[in-house]
Structure formats: C-alpha cells, structure tokens
C-alpha cells in the first residue's frame, strides 16, 4: 500500500497502539514520558490474548482486524507494541494499511547491539532473547540483528508461560515466577551475554525477576524507550510532532476482564481510566473507509 500524502494527517490526531493485551501499555508509558503533547489511542485484543502460541497467519489475521479498527480513529502514526505482531506480521500490515507502522523489534534489536558492541567491539558474539514462541520461531529478531551487524548471534528462549503469568497479576517477586524463570533462563545465565532482549511487551513488569535470574552483567533490554524515540523522530519528520502536556490517553479492549484496572494500571504505572468495550466478533464488519 502506498504511503498517504502528509497533508493526509493531522497533528493533533492520536498516536495508535496496538498489542495483543495490556503489555503494550509498557510501550504507551515510554511515549507518554517521552512526547506528553500526544493523544494516544490504544487498542488491547484482550479477549484473544495470548498471541504467542498461535500460527503466525492467525496473528496476521487478528493483526489486520485490529488495525482495521485503530484506523478509523484516523491516527497519524501506528504502533505495534507487540513483538509476536512485529516478528509475524509486518509485511502483511505495511502492504495493507497506508498509515506510518512502527513495530518494537528493530528500536530493540538496534539497542541490544549499541551495549553489545561497547563490551566486545569486535568478533563473534551473542545477544540474549526472551520472547513469545512465535516470536523465537519466526526469527525475526535474529534476522534484524544480521542485517545491522552480522558477528551478533541470537540466543534464544521462548518463555511461554510469562505471558499468562503477568496478565494473571503475578509480581516479579512471586515465588511461581522465580521458579519459571530459573528454569527458562538457566542456559542464558551460562552464557552471560552482555544484552537481554525483553522481546515481548509484557516483560518489563517481570524485569527485577528477570534480572535476578540472570547473570549481573547482563543489561536488559526494555523496546519501550526505544520505541519511543523512534516514533518522535517519525513524527518529526513528518511535521507532526505535537509539543505542549494536555493529552488523551483512549483504551480499547475487546474484553475487560475483572482484573482490567489493576492489570492495565500496572502496565502504565498510574491509574487508567474506564476503557470502550470493543466486540471481536463485529471489527471484522466495521467500516474500512479510512484505510
Ligand atoms: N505483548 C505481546 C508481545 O510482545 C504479548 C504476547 C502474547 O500475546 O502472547 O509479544
């Protein structure tokens, strides 16, 4: 799909965020602090959510519904605050919608190379990755690493078991997630790399845990901050970065289970106000006008 002409977009139009549940509010938390000017519209497919054990044309799928709705609200930018969208879907989505798509994985991939090479400059190394299965399994983040710099490695783990933890309210010093985490850590602790990618949204919330399980060297990479600042320089240089502090902040959610609030609140690090119930069942109806 060809790009929109700019003058397609208006400044105080929202920044859309999308991801599979409340972990992309990681991502909203980060832009919040970064551009406070901008509206942001976000969208959890929490009725769907966990994504990472599903196909990867399932997630495309799911993916183009959701956008399908965000770009109704006539965003001027989109972000996919979710790594298993980012590693599954993007070409599908940049090839289906018009509006600028920003996804987590190459702000993350970038920074895990950056602290990499300051420790080892030169040679064969590795980075370490904790992510969905579906994540690990469409190697994308291996593939982005290549293409910036092709001595990097990727270590990998899928950590199935995080997602449902965290949208079930566990803390990072629950006994249940030392355990898990001991476990799915375990060989990357022997390999002590010098970057650990949090590749799934949902991770910062565990990071004191994640820390402890890993070797003290390690710096963990949160996609958060990164993801920010390249969507201020998008906006930048489209001439559409908003400056002053009176912003929106939208929740959609296709499902608001009982523990939305302290969930959510915890994601976003305040209180999160009511969200607009969404059904799955009808965004497949709605209307693609503004596409
Ligand atoms: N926040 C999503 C991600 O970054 C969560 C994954 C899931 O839905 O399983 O991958």
């Known amino acids: 799909m060809p790009g929109r002409p700019l003058h397609d977009f208006h ?4 920044i859309a965020v999308y991801d599979s549940g409340l972990g992309g509010l990681t991502v909203v938390r980060a832009i919040q602090r970064l551009l406070p000017g901008e509206s942001i519209a976000y969208f959890g497919d929490t009725a769907r959510v966990p994504y990472g054990n599903k196909s990867a044309r399932t997630v495309a799928q799911f993916a183009s519904q959701c956008l399908r709705f965000l770009t109704r609200l006539n965003p001027k930018i989109i972000v996919v605050a979710c790594n298993t969208v980012s590693a599954t879907a993007m070409p599908e ?6 509006t600028p798509i920003i996804g987590v994985l190459e702000p993350g991939a970038a920074a895990a190379i950056r602290i990499t090479r300051q420790k080892i400059p030169h040679g064969k190394c590795a980075v370490g990755l904790i992510a969905t299965e579906a994540t690990v399994a469409s190697r994308a983040y291996q593939m982005a690493i290549s293409r910036l710099d092709d001595g990097v490695h990727v ?8 997602v449902p933890l965290i949208e079930e309210g566990r803390e990072a010093d629950s006994p249940l997630v030392k355990l898990v985490l001991d476990e799915y850590l375990d060989p990357l602790r ?3 790399p010098a970057a650990l ?12 845990a994640v820390a402890a399980a890993v070797s003290p060297d390690t710096i963990l990479i949160d996609s958060a901050g990164e993801t920010a600042a390249v969507v201020r320089k998008q906006l930048e ?5 908003r400056s002053g502090t009176v912003a929106r902040l939208s929740c959609y959610v296709t499902d608001q289970g009982q523990r939305f609030e302290t969930i959510a ?3 976003l690090g305040r209180p999160v106000g009511q969200p607009v119930w969404v059904d799955p069942e009808s965004i497949e109806t709605l209307t693609t006008e503004n596409r």
């Open 190 to 192: 022997q390999i002590a």
């Open 265 to 267: 609140s915890r994601f």
């Open 197 to 208: 990618i949090l590749g799934c949204t949902h991770y910062p919330i565990l990071a004191d």
């Open 93 to 98: 989505l940049l090839a289906e919608f018009s």
């Open 237 to 241: 240089s489209m001439g559409l970065l």
């Open 11 to 14: 400044i105080d139009a929202p």
């Open 155 to 162: 270590a990998a783990r899928a950590c199935p078991l995080l």
